[in-house]
């Protein structure tokens, strides 16, 4: 299968999946969503059941849809390394993007970027130093090379993209007196730049045939599972059951989002926090429970560069693909306050330098980092509350 009707089927199922899944939603009953109002009425209680329903949705969904999209794209030809790179990629990190995109179409810019920016910090420092503290990190060339320092360009970006979009005059920037904005031309050029990188990506893996066979074995057994049991079905089986797959987990990603929004709303207004916080807190480390459970995964068995790989690829793929993308739907882009410019975004871009520094010690990350990675979390949540 050539390159472009590769690309062509992943945007075909995309749009279809999520144009079904909008229907579904948009003529369920109306009766789901005045339930939801009413848990919402019974304030604190009410919001916070709401978002562990919709944290165990979105985790759930965004595992369905890894599933059901992977074998659609085996089963039809795709090759198992770009599934890997560009699907199972993408649809990891599906919690963050459904959240900031539905945060968007709710005119929430406040969720959006602190979902972003909240998840990148937690990554860096609360997953990594979680699992340096489990067992020291060993670190390969190739990230410190490639993928780090594209993490701490990418962050830099953010906060350039924040100064263009919102740009004042010369007292205002000076001063600090005036808001920022990401447009939805920028969106646009990190949405780009994402594609960019995925096909990148794929290039490079490629270069080394050992890589590349030893990925592809992986990544059949991860997305088919045992040949017995998946030719059970046959090939029409296991299309149709696919194709149930994207549509159940692009539905449960829509609803519970939508969910996580409306309970970090009213969370936000009991406590007399800003939307921003919230987004940098509590959605932040509840759609990073994936990202989390891999590392952890992964350090156990002793893989310790999937787990820095993951957090890494994370980190790169919330700023190009899920900001990227909730910053071009939404119709004037994503406003960023003045407190994020200031604070919020610094701190992505400190906590991203500080991962280089402790991986070029030794090119390992040991357990003493891990635990000062930890303190450091611990600092920024506490300082994030109360600023």
Known sequence: MQQVDIFAFLVFFTNFSLEYSLNVLANCDTNCYYMLDILIEYGLLGAFLLLVIGLILLIGGGEILVRG?????????????????TIVAICTSAPELAVSVTSSLYDRSGMALGNVVGSNICNVCLILGLAAVLRPLQVSASLLRREIPLMIFLSFVVLIFGYLGGLGNIIDIIEGRFDGRITRFEGAVLTLGMVAYLMWTVYEIRKNPKQDA?????????????????????????????VCGIIIGLGLLLLGSDMLIKSGTRIAIEFGVSELVIGLTVLAVGTSLPELVVSVVAVLRKKSDIAIGNVVGSNIFNILGVLGLSAFVSPQGLEVDHRAMQFDIPAMIVTSIFCIILCFTGQRINRFEGIFLLLIYAMYIGLACLA
């Open 214 to 242: 030893e990925y592809i074995a992986e990544m059949e057994g991860k997305v088919l599972g045992d040949n017995a049991t998946v030719s059970m079905f046959g090939i029409t089986g296991r299309i149709v059951a696919s």
């Open 69 to 85: 999209a992977s074998r659609l794209a085996i089963t039809l030809g795709i090759s198992p390394l770009v599934v890997g790179l």
